[in-house]
Nanobody
């Protein structure tokens, strides 16, 4: 069994920083890539960022490049999303996800790529 638990969400003013964490347990040795997605009511879940779990590249959605940094600590089985210069349109529920499949730069952005999901954490950015 695999469990992903997000933490670190909350209310922040526009321009401020916030760091999310995703703690993984269970068969983490099967992971190839872990990712962050976000979703607002009435819209589809959208890709934010991803990082190779086994060492390698990271990927970002264009609107967060230069503002968000994804990283992982394999010793702690934890992935992070450091967010800076937050904007009101970053407001969403943020989900972490893990895939046991090798990915390319296209597939990594698809929700269908991922086998496991966390329960989500709310991020609200006030203007």
């Amino acid at each position: 069994q695999v469990q992903l638990v997000e933490s670190g969400g909350g209310l922040v003013q526009a321009g401020g920083p916030l760091r999310l964490a995703c703690a993984a347990s269970g068969r983490t040795g099967s992971f190839y890539v872990t990712a962050w997605f976000r979703q607002v009511p009435g819209k589809e879940r959208e890709f934010v960022a991803a990082v190779s779990w086994v060492g390698g590249p990271s990927w970002y959605e264009d609107s967060v490049k230069g503002r968000f940094t994804v990283s992982r600590d394999n010793a702690k089985n934890t992935m992070y999303l450091q967010m800076s210069r937050l904007r009101p349109d970053d407001t969403a529920v943020y989900y972490c996800a893990a895939s046991t499949w090798a990915v390319n730069s296209v597939a990594v952005r698809s929700v269908r790529q991922y086998d496991y999901w966390g329960q989500g954490t709310q991020v609200t950015v006030s203007s």
